[in-house]
Each structure stands twice: as C-alpha cells, then as structure tokens.
C-alpha cells in the first residue's frame, strides 16, 4: 500500500487517478503525524508519494525527513507544467512528473525501494573487508565503522550491488538523485571523490573510474 500525503484530501485528482490506473491501493492524508503511526490501524506503507501539486515547501521537507527516520521511500510527485519550480534540496528517493507515462510509477517504486533497502531479500552486503548494513545504514571496512553521507551511502550501494557494471554519471545522477536533467554531472565526480576518501586506503581499493564515461565498483576488491 501507499500512502499519498496531500492537503487536498477527499479531493481526487489526477495523481490518485494514476495509482489506480497502476492498479495501486492507497491511502491519502494531509497530517503528517499519521506517519509515525505506521504500526496503528493502518497497514504499515511500502512507500510514501508527496503531491507537490498541493503541498508547500515546509510540510514537504518535513515528510521526507520522517521517511528517512522510517525509512520509508518517499516520491515527489509534480505537475509537468510546474517542472521549472521543483527544488532539488528537497531530496527524495525520487520524483516523478504527472501525468506520468505507462508503467512509469510502479518502476520508479521498485528503484526507490531498492535504493532505500537493497534487493529484495538483502539486508547486509559483503565483498571483501567492505560490509554494508542496509537496514541500519552502517559501512565498515575491516570491521571499521565508516560514516557517510546518504548520499554517498546511495552511491556506494548502487555500485557495490552491481560489482563490474559500469554506471555513466548521467545514470548515478538519475538514480541516485533523480533529477538527471536538473543537475550537472560534477555532482557526481565531488561525491565519488569524497565516498573514495573514506572507504578506500592503500589496501582497499573500491570504485575504479573508466575514463570518459563514469564508474564501476571492482568485481574483486584487494583486501588486507
């Protein structure tokens, strides 16, 4: 089930028309608190839709944050027409554009899903020294806690769960931030950088950069 967060509840509109259309169970609300309820009378949502069509900027902000301590994906939803207003320091798991094409929600769910909890059936990713909790979020290398950003945790499980797969920037900007036409590809160049800095050391050795077109995680990382 989903759980659309919108101000204009009892109101149908085109947003609620598309998750039927997907075949979709949902329900609406305009509290946030009904997010930290998730175990109550309500059956706990696989993800969280926030129709920007109808929200401000705060409550917005607001329920991603709750998502995240829930951990919970959450999905911004916008109005085409309203592209040029969308603010990328929002930061969901993704965003979508409405009216959306066939097929098009139910497959940024699963990307969403898989960014927030790994694969299906995963919950602790392991190559070499290199272990990642998905659940808790924890890394560490060796069994030495590292602390990244969720951005740069994003990253490195996309990477790590496709060892030898060569990802472009302009995909680990869709995928990773979802907004592949809104930001530049520097983005990513400063984040793999920085994730490099703190997992890798003369002996480990993680992400390899293929020149002129983006990056992989290593099929064989060295470990000590």
């Known amino acids: 089930m989903l759980f659309v967060l919108s101000s204009s509840e009892g109101r149908p509109g085109v947003l609620e028309s598309e998750i039927d259309v997907a075949g979709l169970t949902y329900q609406v609300g305009a509290d946030l608190p009904w997010l930290d309820q998730v175990e109550g009378d309500f059956p706990a949502p696989e993800a969280v839709l926030l129709d920007l069509a109808s929200l401000d900027s705060g409550q917005a902000r ?11 994906p959450v999905l911004a939803v916008l109005p085409r027409e309203r592209v040029d207003t969308y603010d990328p320091a929002l930061n969901p798991d993704d965003f979508l554009l409405s009216p959306m094409h066939r097929g098009e929600l139910t497959a940024r769910l699963r990307q969403a899903s898989h960014r927030v909890r790994g694969p299906a059936g995963a919950k602790v990713l392991k190559l070499g020294d290199l272990s990642i909790d998905l659940e808790r979020y924890d890394v560490t290398i060796g069994g030495r806690r ?16 496709n ?47 293929i020149w002129n077109v983006g990056y992989r995680f290593k099929a064989q990382s060295p470990s000590n």
């Open 62 to 72: 607001q329920a991603v944050d709750q998502c995240r301590k829930l951990k919970l």
């Open 146 to 161: 590292v602390s990244l950003t969720y951005k740069e945790f994003q990253l490195l499980v996309l990477l790590a769960s």
């Open 163 to 209: 060892p030898g797969r060569v990802y472009t920037r302009e995909a680990l900007l869709s995928q990773v931030w979802g907004y592949d036409y809104l930001g530049g590809t520097r983005t990513v160049d400063v984040h793999i950088r920085r994730l490099r800095s703190k997992v890798e050391d003369p002996d480990h050795s993680f992400v390899e950069t």
